[in-house]
């Protein structure tokens, strides 16, 4: 799976790692339900590291399409509400490719 974050560039992530992905992403969401500032400050830190941690860079030359968008680092609490979808930022299976 390719997941882009925003302004930093494109990780490819095995799928065995959307387990821990979504586990983080419900973290997220509660806390933007919450409306918890610094719960969601640290959560969103937590799945970005995550995904830097779990996956491999792609080439910045690379033309290849992402599965998945997440929010930069800095972004703020109701710029990712806007991006949550039904299962948060990450969806519970894996894309069809």
């Known amino acids: 799976m390719i ?5 930093e560039g494109q990780f490819e992530v095995d799928d065995t790692h959307l387990t821990e ?4 992403d419900d973290v997220l969401g509660e806390a933007i339900e919450g409306g918890d500032d610094d719960t969601f400050r640290a959560a969103l830190g937590a799945l970005l590291a995550e995904v830097r941690r779990a996956g491999s860079p792609v080439a910045d030359d690379a033309l290849v399409d992402s599965d998945l968008v997440l929010p930069y680092d800095e972004a703020h609490i109701d710029e990712v509400r806007e991006l949550l ?13």
């Open 21 to 24: 992905l979504n586990r983080l």
């Open 85 to 97: 979808t039904d299962e948060g930022l990450v969806p519970s299976e894996p894309p069809v490719t």
């Open 3 to 7: 997941i882009r974050i925003m302004g």
